[in-house]
């Protein structure tokens, strides 16, 4: 059986590891997970204040969680769950139109939740990711 392997892209993935003990993604044999992404800019944790710019940069966070846990990125996604402090037909209209551009060759399933608050007040969504990658890393 393969063991955890975890880890955390440069920047405020690294700082979030020592201030708040999680990891951004874990790799366990061929499936990935990445812990809830949100629409932050991954190197200084500022958020854009518009829920387009942040569900565009959350979708951004998720590939790079992915890759930086040695996966391929959003091609490789079979499961997602995103949580939305307001669930209206626009934000649904963004996330679908991030789906064709990140994940053009299959519908990956999709549990989609609104929320009263996410971690941070400033957030509008978070995604979590799961992913299969059959290419060892060992």
């Not at 951004?24 to 710019?53: H, Y």
């Not at 957030?123 to 060992?138: C, F, G, H, Q, T």
């Amino acid at each position: 059986m393969s063991h955890p392997e975890y880890f955390n892209y440069e920047g405020l993935g690294k700082i979030n590891q020592q201030k708040y003990k999680y990891s951004q993604a874990v790799r366990v044999g061929d499936r990935i997970e990445c812990a809830g992404q949100g629409g932050w800019d991954p190197q200084t944790g500022i958020l854009k204040e518009d829920v387009e710019a942040q569900i565009n940069q959350t979708f951004k966070n998720v590939d790079l969680a992915l890759k930086t846990a040695g996966g391929t990125g959003w091609n490789q996604v079979f499961r997602l769950t995103s949580y939305h402090v307001s669930l209206d037909s626009e934000v649904m209209k963004i996330m679908v139109e991030n789906f064709k551009k990140h994940i053009p060759d299959h519908e990956p399933l999709w549990t989609c939740v609104g929320v009263e608050r996410l971690a941070r007040p400033d957030m509008k969504v978070e995604i979590e990711a799961a992913a299969y990658d059959s290419r060892s890393l060992n």
